[in-house]
């Protein structure tokens, strides 16, 4: 980084702090040669990620989509805020470290599904159901009972199964 005052080379940072947008880092680096100092932003390169919708149509990738949708399964959930940030973080990450330009909406809901599969049987469900838009109660029953310890009373399960109707009718 050439110094903006006498083009020297050689500089010294002597404060760093997050900029104010995502993924940028504010410099504050001082001169060697003439200690004047100067501001500098570093930000990660990241290439835009596209989303593949199911008419194929493109938008760029929104986490605060993600985020929504899987707050709104965690819903009434022991589920942390901080669970939540995690789960998003780590499907960010993983469709990122994928290096597609382009990745299907499909892929993204999948990967919602399987970390909420993995954390919470009805915050899976809830998402399943209207994401997977299972065609008919039979289809989910079948996907409910997969889940469902054996031994699991059938008033229990009736309503679990009341729950996830509920829910997935509000949203269609
Ligand atoms: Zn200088």
Redesign the pocket.
């Known amino acids: 980084m050439n110094?903006p005052?006498?083009t020297?080379l050689n500089t010294r940072v002597v404060d760093s702090r997050p900029g104010k947008i995502e993924f940028e880092v504010r410099r504050r680096r001082e001169?060697q040669?003439?200690s004047?100092r100067f501001t500098t932003y570093e930000r990660v390169e990241q290439s835009p990620l596209m989303i593949v919708k199911k008419d194929s149509r493109r938008e760029a990738f929104d986490r605060g989509k993600v985020l929504r949708g899987i707050q709104k399964a965690c819903e009434k959930r022991a589920i942390s805020v901080n669970m939540i940030e995690e789960m998003v973080e780590a499907i960010e990450q993983e469709l990122r470290e994928s290096n597609e330009r382009e990745i299907s909406s499909k892929v993204v809901g999948e990967k919602i599904v399987g970390a909420l599969k993995k954390v919470d049987d009805v915050a899976y469900v809830r998402f399943a159901s209207v994401y997977r838009e299972f065609k008919d109660v039979a289809d989910f029953i079948q996907e409910l009972k997969g889940l469902l310890p054996k031994e699991c009373p059938p008033i229990e399960f009736d309503q679990l199964v009341d729950k996830v109707v509920d829910k997935a009718d509000d949203r269609s």
């Open positions: 110094c005052y006498c020297n001169c040669a003439c004047r």
